[in-house]
């Protein structure tokens, strides 16, 4: 009886999870980025442990709304470029873990700094049938030039994913490149895991205090 | 203490331009080869001392007028230099043609300085005429001059042999700069500096926790971020991914629905 109960309830969380896919793979990736920014700046606007700075709660946040929607592989796999495919799958799986951690950490402490800010949602200049589009969204603030924040975005069969992210025109994707390929040259891609792994476990300490 | 402002302000440059030729002398090693950087041992050494000096000094200072000057005093500050800078965003927008938007930044600053008082109050935003990002190393690099090599200056900070031109011709007519009594003119440069380092407090933070070396981190989001600025926020497709002429990387953006797919994330 239990095992059967079991059973039907995994069928159920299955199906389940087939609708919210199909549910996803029918946003346009400009609705999408706006209801996620809008949905993160809400919840962290409403948080008052986030106000006062628990950045662990704020990694929460950005985990379970704004992680979903970035492709980790494919951010992990330009950034590693022309070493990814001499890396072993166990290597791979390790670098992505790693970059993915770095890229939520810095992500939440670049959208602590935003709070009051004007958000202001491009509309998509995009035809439907295109699966590689980029959103713009810019942020006004007073009287400083605006800051802009691009998403390089694909169609998937689970929907748009986030491939790369430029803010004021620099790609992080990018910007990793030339670091990984630095340390992968002088310690192997198992010294950039470590390398990593060094970078992303001080900082997680300090959250916990 | 009792010497006059002038001569220790000499000293003080003497004796760091003394720590900047021994850090750069005994630092020349390091370097990967990057066709972008050739002088990357100089550089690396340079940035080191930089570093150094925003740490003991400049950070602090910033950190400092941010906690303690009223939050609507610093915009007022920070909006009276960047009036005085819409003076040559104008000019440079029509050196690089861009007429439309020169007058936009010329009448930004004829409201900012007459109903905004001096520049402090930004009417000009409120009415809708952005504020632009231009400078003379950009409309070089508009007019077709290339990046020249990477080069970290003391203070200052990135550049390339293009913007360090720039740099010059935008001292050279900078009205903060040329601002007489001497004395006048310190406080204003100073005053201006801790202003941005303040507004930079957040960016450099992220940037500690984000890159594995911040050298090469800082510097290649400098370049980025200038190639992004020549051209107004939309460069060429080839410069979105790693150095210019990379094709490897933007070539292997397209196979990447399969892998997707297959591990389901």
């Known amino acids: ?209 | 203490m009792t010497q006059t402002p002038t001569h220790s302000f000499k000293r003080l440059t003497g004796s760091a331009l003394v720590a900047v030729i021994l850090i750069v002398t005994s630092g020349c090693a390091t370097t990967s080869g990057d066709s972008r950087d050739p002088f990357e041992g100089f550089n690396r050494s340079m940035y080191g001392f930089n570093q150094a000096v925003d740490e003991a000094v400049v950070r602090p200072v910033a950190q400092a007028y941010k906690s303690a000057v009223p939050d609507i005093v610093q915009t007022g500050v920070r909006n009276f230099f960047s009036n005085l800078g819409d003076i040559f965003i104008s000019v440079n927008n029509l050196l690089q043609g861009k007429v439309i938007e020169a007058a936009n930044d010329g009448l930004r600053f004829a409201i900012n300085t007459t109903i905004g008082g001096f520049g402090v109050l930004d009417w000009a935003s409120e009415m809708g005429l952005e504020k632009h990002n231009e400078d003379f190393g950009q409309t070089f690099g508009r007019w077709g001059v290339g990046d020249g090599p990477y080069f970290v200056w003391p203070i200052l900070g990135s550049s390339t042999a293009r913007d360090s031109v720039g740099t010059v011709v935008n001292i050279y007519v900078d009205p903060v700069s040329n601002h007489r009594p001497i004395a006048a003119r310190q406080v204003m440069v100073l005053t201006r500096a801790v202003s941005r380092r303040a507004d930079l407090l957040d960016a450099s933070r992220i940037l500690e926790e984000a890159a594995l070396d911040k050298y090469v981190f800082e510097r290649d989001a400098y370049l980025q971020r200038r190639r992004n600025l020549i051209y107004d926020g939309s460069p060429p497709k080839d410069s979105r991914f790693g150095p210019p002429g990379d094709p490897v990387a933007s070539a292997s953006v397209r196979s990447d629905g399969e892998k997707l797919n297959a591990e389901g994330r």
Do not use: C
């Not at chain 1, 290597?91 to 700094?113: G, I, P």
């Not at chain 1, 630095?182 to 891609?189: A, F, H, L, P, V």
């Not at chain 1, 060094?198 to 900082?203: D, E, S």
């Open chain 1, 1 to 209: 009886m239990l095992k059967a109960g079991r059973v039907l309830l995994a069928a159920g969380i299955a199906s389940l999870f087939v609708v919210l896919q199909v549910g996803a793979q029918e946003t346009a990736p400009d609705v999408l980025v706006k209801g996620v920014t809008l949905e993160v700046l809400d919840l962290i606007g409403k948080d008052k442990d986030i106000q006062s700075g628990d950045q662990r709660k704020l990694i929460e946040v950005v985990e379970a709304k704004v992680l979903p929607h970035f492709n980790f592989t494919a951010m992990t796999r330009l950034a590693v470029a022309t070493n990814w495919e001499k890396s072993t799958a166990d290597q791979k799986k390790q670098l992505t873990d790693e970059f993915r951690t770095l890229l939520v950490r810095t992500y939440s402490s670049a959208l602590s700094v935003y709070r009051d800010q004007k958000f202001d949602f491009r509309p998509l200049r995009a035809k439907p049938t295109d699966t590689d589009v980029t959103v713009h969204v810019r942020i006004s603030q007073g009287g400083r030039e605006p800051v802009t924040l691009e998403y390089d975005m694909e169609k998937t069969a689970a929907g748009w994913k986030v491939y790369d992210v430029r803010v004021v025109g620099v790609s992080l994707v990018a910007n990793y490149r030339t670091e990984f390929a630095n340390e992968i040259r002088s310690s192997g891609i198992d010294g950039l895991i470590k390398g990593l792994a060094a970078k992303n476990r001080p900082a997680q300490r300090a959250e916990r205090k």
